[in-house]
């Protein structure tokens, strides 16, 4: 995946995949919203949840980028895109309504940031797994395919997070994230782990 900017405040890697449906956010996500029958039918191997507020041409660039993957590739996934009431001209400029793959759009009255934000983009879509997506980033063809079929084959594993590159072709050592605030968060105590376990790997 490439990232072009960033829109979040806090430190923790957002392109994160989840494994068994659980999203690990603040909050019980699943008592959240109610799905409608129709939803809890249309189940996905893949909910992708993108957040959006006034990230100008950079969620057009992202759409792109997942529309071509999705066309070309065999997953089955549906994108869910949450705008916290952006003022520019964001949602026009990616034109969900001509886009080839649907999209479910939820307008927030308000900025709820980006956690309460994306437990709404979750709770609309049901899935095997969730990426949470932020809007300046291009997903690479096949990237998806990897991730989850890294999940699927490794079912101990609760969440991955992809290799990250700038617009020069660079890795981004942002993709690289230590697990203790993770650790701390959840209450869970990591495995012992090689030294070299969180060196970034292609």
Do not use: W
């Given at each position: ?52 507020y006034n990230t100008g041409d950079f969620l057009k660039r992202c759409l792109d980028s997942l529309e071509k993957t999705l066309l070309t590739g065999n997953l089955d996934a549906e994108i869910v895109l949450v705008d916290n009431n952006s003022q520019d001209n964001s949602l026009e400029l990616a034109g969900i309504k001509e886009r080839k793959v649907p999209i479910k ?98």
């Open positions: 995946m490439r990232r072009y900017g960033s829109f979040t405040s806090g430190p923790l890697l957002t392109e994160a995949v989840i494994n068994s449906g659980e999203a690990i956010l603040p909050g019980d996500v699943k008592n959240r919203g109610r799905k409608t029958a129709k939803e809890k039918e249309e189940r996905h191997k893949l909910g992708i949840v993108i957040v959006n759009l939820v307008r927030n009255r308000d900025n709820l940031g980006f956690a309460r934000a994306t437990n709404k983009g979750i709770v609309k879509t049901e899935a095997d797994y969730y990426l949470l997506l932020n809007p300046d980033t291009e997903v690479l063809e096949g990237s998806l395919e990897k991730l989850v079929g890294f999940l699927d084959e490794n079912p101990e594993v609760g969440i991955v997070g992809p290799l990250i590159k700038r617009p020069d072709g660079e890795v981004d050592g942002r993709c690289r994230r230590n697990l203790d605030k993770l650790e701390r968060f959840t209450g869970c105590q990591r495995p012992k782990l090689p030294e070299d376990f969180f060196y970034l790997r292609q």
